[in-house]
């Protein structure tokens, strides 16, 4: 069985989408390395059933990007056995003078090295 998370998966999911948003966001490197530090050239997720490969997150990072949104990552639940998590967070964001706060159920593969390779998230916006 592949031991993938070692770590709390509480933290190991804040830290994972933390840290892309963070070297996305802040960052001058260009945002396919930054996607392929943190995702395998094969991943595919899956966005409330909208399918996104590597090439489609590329395209959705650029412009985010460009806006610069501060974000937090609100942990709620997450449980992991082996290479899968299941995770139950919300995003913050706050993006042009708008505050939002997405409710996300992910699951979720990830390499040895920490990479996601597959991930499934069901979103749902709060009012």
């Known amino acids: ?11 190991f999911i804040a830290d994972f989408f ?3 948003t963070d070297d996305i966001v ?7 390395l930054v996607v392929d530090r ?3 050239r094969d991943v595919i997720q899956f966005a409330d059933g909208n399918p996104i490969d590597r090439d489609k997150l590329v395209a959705h990072v650029r412009p985010v990007r460009k806006k ?22 919300t995003l913050h964001v706050i993006s042009g003078g708008k505050t939002l706060a997405i409710d996300v159920q992910f ?12 991930g499934h ?4 916006s709060r009012d």
Do not use: C, W
């Open 18 to 20: 933390s840290s892309f």
């Open 68 to 89: 610069k949104p501060a974000t937090r990552v609100e942990v709620h639940d997450a449980l992991a056995d082996g290479d899968r998590i299941a995770a139950r967070y």
């Open 121 to 124: 998230m069901l979103t749902r």
């Open 1 to 11: 069985m592949n031991q993938t998370v070692t770590t709390d998966p509480k933290q």
């Open 107 to 118: 699951f979720g593969r990830f390499t040895p090295d920490g990479r996601m390779r597959e």
């Open 26 to 32: 802040n960052s001058e490197e260009d945002a396919e």
């Open 38 to 40: 943190y995702h395998t």
